[in-house]
């Protein structure tokens, strides 16, 4: 799987013993054959490939002949060869050596789950098949390009112990990881692609050829505003290639503006709805599997509160940032996001208005407690900027909103308002 989520590459970075830039955003997901689009476009060394987005495509592969095929559902979730879909066939990756059963693989795919150990109960919906040319590995390295707190900068991360958990090799051989800040003026040099390519243990032609994909690497790690591309593995053909088999990218959210045509690659069918439409209006959403909604302002305060909640015995059902620059129609966007969880029995409102006003907040409240007509509990606990005024605001309302002095009376009113 390829993809902007910050979740397991992430620790491995953490394991490993970097800091990556983070975004408090929400995370962008790509699929495999869209990351391979990428790096081919930078000219990086790819398998051959081609998509299959519709049942009997065969005319998609009459144009595309290779010694044997590699058939790949193409969803966000990891652990494909060994799922099985919802109408019986067995495994979300196969191989071939013809083309016409490539397709009749494909068509067994397309339009039904995919179920594997990291994908919900009921499986994801595969809409798109990728077939790519299989490569004959003779050895698999590791290469990883990434914006790393205590170098301030770009740093390379290259093994030679490729196709393998890189946390375990840093603990294990730390001697195999080899670390290379880039100075963000100069890039990568040619004296740099070619220490790691010797130190990858590319030989002859094949560490020159290794340095020029690492120096591609780079031109598409600047051209999309990428914060990591990690290559796992990069690898050693039979045929004398240097290949970049699987690769996992993420971006800067910042620079969404300047990429559009990137990040409206994303798959938002696979991508949850409720995290979808917070991003649309600026919000970050993340989903959990608790039942007292939570709206908070700030990442740490958020955090905080779910961890509060959970101290008194409940469970919180996601976390949301509204952040500090806030508005009304903000806040009524919020709680019709947390109400279209029906896991949501609970909310709990917790604001500390220092860049934000808690009155806004508390006007918001309100005025989306009436649009919508909410049917559970609400907890409000403000504190900062014209806190008093925004107390007021919610006991003169008339509604079933409940103020909380602070985070922890807050946190039990919520938990004691749940029904039982």
């Known amino acids: 799987m390829s993809s902007f989520a910050l979740g397991a590459t992430f620790c491995?970075?953490?394991?490993?013993g970097f800091k990556v830039f983070r975004s408090t955003g929400r995370n962008l997901s790509l699929l495999e054959y869209q990351s391979k689009q990428l790096l081919d476009e930078c000219g990086v060394s790819i398998q051959k490939f081609r998509v299959l987005a519709a049942k009997n495509d065969a005319g998609r592969l009459s144009d595309f002949q290779v010694p044997e095929y590699v058939v790949k559902a193409q969803i966000l979730a990891g652990g494909r060869g060994k799922g099985h879909f919802d109408n019986g066939f067995k495994g979300g990756v196969h191989i071939t050596r013809k083309s016409d059963e490539a397709v009749s693989l494909?068509?067994?795919m397309l339009g039904q789950k995919l179920i594997t150990k990291q994908t919900p109960k009921e499986g994801i919906l595969v809409r798109k098949v990728m077939v790519a040319k299989s490569v004959d590995i003779v050895r698999e390295t590791y290469l990883c390009i990434l914006m790393d707190r205590d170098h301030n900068g770009p740093v390379l991360i290259a093994s030679p112990a490729g196709g393998m958990d890189i946390e375990a090799v840093?603990?294990?051989?730390?001697?195999?990881?080899?670390?290379?800040?880039?100075?963000?003026?100069?890039?990568?040099?040619?004296?740099?692609?070619?220490a790691v390519a010797d130190f990858l243990e590319f030989k002859g032609a094949l560490k020159e050829k290794a340095a020029q994909e690492i120096e591609k690497l780079w031109q598409l790690f600047l051209k999309v505003d990428a914060v990591q591309i990690e290559i796992n593995p990069l690898a050693e053909t039979s045929e004398g290639e240097v290949i970049s088999?699987?690769?996992?990218?993420?971006?800067?959210?910042?620079?969404?503006?300047r990429q559009k045509r990137i990040f409206d690659m994303e798959e938002e069918t696979e991508a949850d709805a409720q995290e979808v439409e917070a991003a649309k209006n600026n919000l970050n959403y993340i989903s959990m599997d608790g039942n007292i909604g939570c709206l908070v302002n700030g990442a740490g305060l958020a955090m905080a509160t779910m961890d509060i909640i959970k101290l008194n015995g409940g469970n919180p059902a996601n976390f949301l940032d509204v952040g500090g620059g806030v508005k009304e129609d903000q806040v009524l966007k919020a709680f019709q996001i947390l109400l279209s969880d029906t896991k949501v029995k609970a909310i709990l409102?917790?604001?500390?208005?220092?860049?934000?006003?808690?009155?806004?907040?508390?006007?918001?409240?309100?005025?989306a407690?009436?649009?919508?007509?909410?049917?559970?509990p609400v907890v409000v606990r403000l504190a900062g900027t014209n806190a008093e005024e925004a107390r007021n605001i919610i006991v003169s309302s008339g509604l079933n909103l409940i103020p909380a002095t602070d985070l922890d009376d807050a946190a039990t009113k919520a938990v004691k308002s749940l029904p039982h």
């Open 12 to 16: 491995r970075q953490l394991l490993a």
């Open 106 to 108: 494909a068509d067994k």
């Open 170 to 194: 840093a603990e294990e051989t730390p001697e195999k990881i080899k670390t290379v800040p880039i100075d963000i003026t100069k890039g990568i040099t040619r004296d740099q692609s070619s």
């Open 245 to 257: 088999v699987d690769a996992k990218l993420n971006f800067d959210d910042n620079a969404q503006f």
């Open 349 to 367: 409102v917790n604001v500390f208005g220092g860049i934000v006003n808690c009155a806004t907040i508390a006007n918001g409240v309100v005025n």
């Open 369 to 376: 407690s009436k649009a919508i007509d909410v049917k559970v």
